[in-house]
Structure formats: structure tokens, C-alpha cells
């Protein structure tokens, strides 16, 4: 089980898994969190060691390596007699593809999202129109959305963080907020 100190120190890694122990530290110290760089080295070791962290990564920017068209791709399924072995068959394409940075299967209105970076237009078309002719027939829907990235990557938190991300939107905005009593979910009201 992770604590409150290890979700900070979790998110310090994914904004930046290069950071020293000393600037860490540093960091963790603005907040008022007093913590030796020994202390976080066993944290972090106990971290990776219950594959908590399980690996780091660079995040590159795509643009610049002429990777500059990320596309999002949904996927509605269709039935026929052979699915789950067509299904497999999709899965194994998009697990190996190089192209495919994201694949999930949902329970929303689509089955399937997918996170593809090109380098060009015409090679996503390409791949896409390969894709449909090769699972066309697991395949009932098919769109995809060329995507102008302003933010990548994710963090951890917990319900009082977004409660406060909120409460610090409302008071930044000009919207008056409503709690509707006994329930955690918040109402805007837009200014008239």
C-alpha cells in the first residue's frame, strides 16, 4: 500500500523520473515535507521493488522528431461467428504495432480507443486504411480524429485534490458554485 508521501513522490517521477534525490527533497521541503535523501531512496527502492514503479521513460516531443500526428482512433465491434480470435488477432497487431502508443477496450459507446503518432498524414491514412481492411470484419464503426496535443501525461490524486482543484477554478472563475446538499457532485451556475 502506497501513503500520501509515496503518491507525491509518484508524482514527482512522472513529471520528471531524472530528478535527483536532492531536488526531490528540495521539492517535497517547499511543501513542507521534511524527508532525508536516504529516506526517499528507500522509498523509491520499495517503489520499484513492489512494482509500483515498473520502469521510466522519456517524454519526447513528437513534433520534433517528425512523429507530429497523434490520432485517436474508436473502434465498434461487430459480432461474427470467429470474433474472439479475430479480436486476438486485432489485439496482437496493436500490441506489436510501433505506431500504437495506447490501446483499451471500452464499455462506452465504442469498444475500442487507440493513441497512434505518425509522422505524416498520409501514412496514418495509410495504416488506417490497412487496419480496416484487415479487421473489417470484427469492425462495425470506425472514426479517427487527427489531435493537436496540449497536454500528455498523467498524475495520481486523491478525491480532496480534485475537491480543491475545483474549489481554486471556482474562485479564479466568475461562475458562482452550488452544492447540491448530501452529495458530492457540484453545480455551476454561469454569471448572467
Known sequence: MIDDL?????????ANGRQSSREITKKLSQ???????????????RLERNNIITGYTAIVDMKKVNMGVPRLVTVKLSSPA????????????????PFCDFSARSNGSYDWIELKFFNNTEQANTEADLY??????????YQSYDLDVYKFG?????????????????????????VKKDTPYLKYQLPA
Do not use: P
Open 6 to 14: 509515496d503518491k507525491k513522490i509518484l508524482n514527482l517521477l512522472i
Open 31 to 45: 511543501e513542507g515535507i521534511k524527508i532525508s535523501e536516504r529516506g526517499l531512496g528507500k522509498r523509491i527502492a
Open 154 to 178: 498523467w498524475q495520481l490524486f486523491e478525491e480532496k485534490d480534485f475537491e480543491n482543484f475545483i474549489e481554486f477554478m471556482q474562485k479564479k472563475s466568475d461562475h458562482k458554485l452550488l
Open 132 to 141: 480496416r481492411t484487415w479487421f473489417g470484419d470484427i469492425i462495425e464503426d
Open 82 to 97: 470467429d470474433f474472439v480470435q479475430r479480436l486476438a488477432d486485432m489485439k496482437d497487431y496493436l500490441a506489436s504495432a
